[in-house]
């Protein structure tokens, strides 16, 4: 395993693109993270009673363990820098799960905007925050019968001192390739990006204030839509990625950076982390040669 030195340096060249990555201190009570496959620890896997076979898990687990690869993830790693145990789904209640330093809404195929009727995952965003709303709810309720459930839910200040995560947006863009053209998928980035923003929102009124927010990887690079979208060669880029899909990722990611920005602006007493995954997973592709394997999606 890498040391913890190690992989503090590269949180640093993660998040070295925010302003106020300075002011980030890896010392939180609890985590609360909230997204799709890139970093759901088994919600999903959970929630709908799907099943997971090898080689999913072989690499860190030895067995499938809820992730959608056979490794860790990103959140994974996050999670052992900061010396504290990796996340339970929140829709995980076998195997007496402890959610002492927080827990993991996250469920693959999760999209931003309102689940479709055949979409992959039911468990949208907002779904996601009203599954933390009453997480909240449940936690303050217990604490309040005194010490007896302490070890197994986190402490009322842990709301308020903890960090927030959030990775989604992926599968409203990659999926609407299926149905929509590239001009449709582009003008409806400001509506996903208002229901992420109201998503935020509510948890800064539930006293949120320590925001880490990835923007969406290259899209255009991921196997299954070069495979599908990429047959034709003059619609991919000079890494043969597909153009198309690329484009939408970053024209999320900079109408996703302006609203991280906007946020700041409108709460000084928030944190707000804009992680620019893209450009760290395109370094990755275009530079394999230079970091050897890699055990988890991207």
């Known amino acids: 395993m890498a040391s913890k030195s190690f992989i503090l340096q590269i949180l640093a060249f993660i998040f070295i693109f925010s302003p106020l990555a300075h002011s980030i201190q890896f010392n939180f009570p609890a985590v609360f993270n909230f997204g799709d496959s890139n970093s759901d620890t088994g919600g999903l896997v959970a929630g709908i009673g799907d099943r997971l076979d090898p080689p999913n898990g072989q690499i860190f687990f030895k067995r499938p363990a809820g992730r959608f690869c056979d490794g860790r993830l990103i ?7 900061m010396d504290l145990p990796f996340l339970n789904p929140y829709l995980d209640s076998i195997g007496t799960p402890t959610f002492r330093k927080g827990c993991n809404f996250a469920a693959a195929g999760s999209t931003v905007l309102p689940a479709s009727a055949n979409a992959v995952s039911p468990f949208s965003f907002g779904i996601q925050v009203a599954q933390f709303m009453r997480f909240k709810i449940r936690v303050l309720q217990l604490l309040e019968q005194g010490r007896k459930f302490q070890k197994y839910i986190p402490q009322e200040n842990s709301f308020q001192k903890g960090l927030y995560m959030f990775d989604i947006g ?12 590239l001009d449709q998928i582009l003008a409806s980035i400001p509506t996903i990006l208002e229901e992420f923003e109201t998503g935020i929102q509510e948890l800064y009124d539930q ?3 320590n925001f880490w927010i990835h923007n969406t990887g290259p899209l255009g690079c991921l196997t299954q839509n070069i495979a599908k979208f990429g047959t034709d060669p003059s619609k991919l880029d000079e890494l043969g990625c597909v153009s198309g899909h690329n ?3 970053r024209l999320f990611n900079l109408q996703l950076q302006a609203l991280c920005k906007k946020f700041q602006g409108q709460h000084p007493d928030a944190k707000v982390i804009h992680v620019d995954i893209y450009t760290i997973k395109y370094n990755l592709i275009a530079n394999y040669s230079r970091y050897g394997s890699c055990s988890s999606p991207l």
């Open 75 to 81: 959140i994974d790693f996050l999670m052992d820098a």
């Open 170 to 181: 992926q599968n409203d863009l990659a999926g609407a390739f299926y149905s929509k053209s």
């Open 207 to 209: 006293g949120a204030r």
């Open 247 to 249: 484009q939408a990722a």
